[in-house]
């Protein structure tokens, strides 16, 4: 099978979404397929692996830079022969595409709650330009599939575009067991010399560049009315450091958070931590919850994300209510660190079968499957 992938960046450097296109690549790549990458930029070292197709854009502002690639990309793709185009993020001119990013029209009810910011900001044009992208890719009769990662946003996309439930796929996302397996427990020891913790304290894992979106103010308001003795968090990820320094100083626990910036061994704090939090206010599937509990490190997460999917209550993790639950998150705290060593472990355990059975072979096979129906839809039209 000829087929194109669409992602602006191909690239192990940045994102989940960057690395799932990578991954499905090289997948399909060693399955036989011939598969080519349509984008505006490929990692140097990567020109090698696979024909890549630069994408024109126009940066004069965020939202033509969005809407030239959409439209350049297709172009290209309509301009060459693939079976099947295969979109990762908003573009034109597919077959199938992969509800990559937030769902805009939801994501800035979400950031703006207030309805005077909302409205003002439905007429931002660079939010009009996304919404107009997603409405029309989606409702395109020639986009014969809508490839969702959670059950959250099948229906987010069903409620805020009309979409047919039947032209909706929800294919979840693989994790790297090369890279984050229960074996990263080896690096306990040397994480927590690091940070000046010891074995017996209790250590909180926060990773994300989106520190106000990703919910830490709210993670250090309930390590700061927590009875957890000796309760600790490292915070990975660039971003504004000083003001939630500050925080953590005006809440008086400054002395329990490391701010460790961007780091390349995030699979190493994983098998160091306790407990894995990402109350995030909103995300199609954050990644990072997969790949923490392929470590064995149950996750905190909200019901307003699509990582809910794979958290069973008190099993191989905790769900929160909203990004902004204090309480809620305090108590799973409180839960999980009054379990004994044993009870701890099962639920270790249970993160690790789940993950095992989540792989990028799975999904890889299952997307495959998906093109194969749209290839027998399209031969027989």
């Known amino acids: 099978m000829k087929i194109a992938l669409i992602k602006r960046r191909y690239s192990l450097r940045h994102g989940g979404s960057e690395r799932y296109c990578v991954n499905l690549a090289r997948k399909l790549i060693s399955w036989g397929h011939d598969v080519s990458i349509i984008g505006e930029t490929i990692d140097e070292e990567m020109k090698d692996e696979v024909p890549f197709f630069p994408v024109p854009v126009n940066r004069l502002t965020s939202w033509t830079n969005n809407q030239s690639f959409a439209v350049n990309s297709g172009e290209i793709a309509k301009n060459n022969q693939f079976d099947i185009v295969y979109g990762i993020g908003r573009v034109f001119g597919v077959d199938a595409v992969r509800v990559t990013e937030r769902i805009q029209s939801h994501w800035i009810k979400i950031r703006y709650g207030n309805p005077v910011s909302y409205q003002l900001q439905r007429w931002n044009p660079r939010h009009r330009t996304m919404i107009g992208l997603e409405r029309e890719i989606y409702s395109s009769p020639t986009v014969r599939k809508i490839v969702t ?89 660039n971003g504004p450091v000083a003001k939630f320094r500050k925080l953590s100083k005006d809440l008086k626990i400054c002395n329990q958070v490391h701010f460790l910036g961007r780091r390349n061994d995030i699979a190493h704090f994983y098998g160091a931590g306790d407990l894995f939090l990402l109350p995030t206010a909103y995300e199609p599937f954050p990644n990072v919850n997969l790949e923490a509990m392929a470590c064995g490190l149950p996750v905190i997460t909200t019901k307003t994300s699509g990582g809910m999917d794979i958290i069973q209550e008190r099993k191989n993790g905790y769900l929160i209510k909203e990004m902004s639950s204090v309480e809620e998150m305090k108590n799973s705290f409180d839960h999980y660190f009054s379990l004994n060593k044993d009870d701890r472990k099962m639920m270790s355990d249970h993160c690790v079968q789940l993950a095992q059975d989540m792989t990028i072979d799975r999904n890889a096979k299952q997307t495959l499957e998906m093109f194969e129906e749209i290839l027998n839809e399209k031969s027989r039209v």
């Open 149 to 237: 990662q959670s059950q959250l946003d099948r229906k987010l996309v069903i409620e805020n575009y009309g979409i047919p439930e039947e032209k909706i796929r929800t294919i979840y996302n693989g994790v790297d067991s090369t890279a984050f397996h229960p074996g990263m427990k080896k690096y306990r020891k040397e994480i927590r010399d690091e940070l000046g913790v010891d074995d017996s304290d209790c250590l909180l894992i926060f990773a994300s560049m989106d520190f106000e979106g990703k919910g830490l103010q709210y993670i250090l308001k309930s390590i700061s009315e927590s009875q957890v003795p000796h309760l600790k968090l490292a915070v990975l990820g």
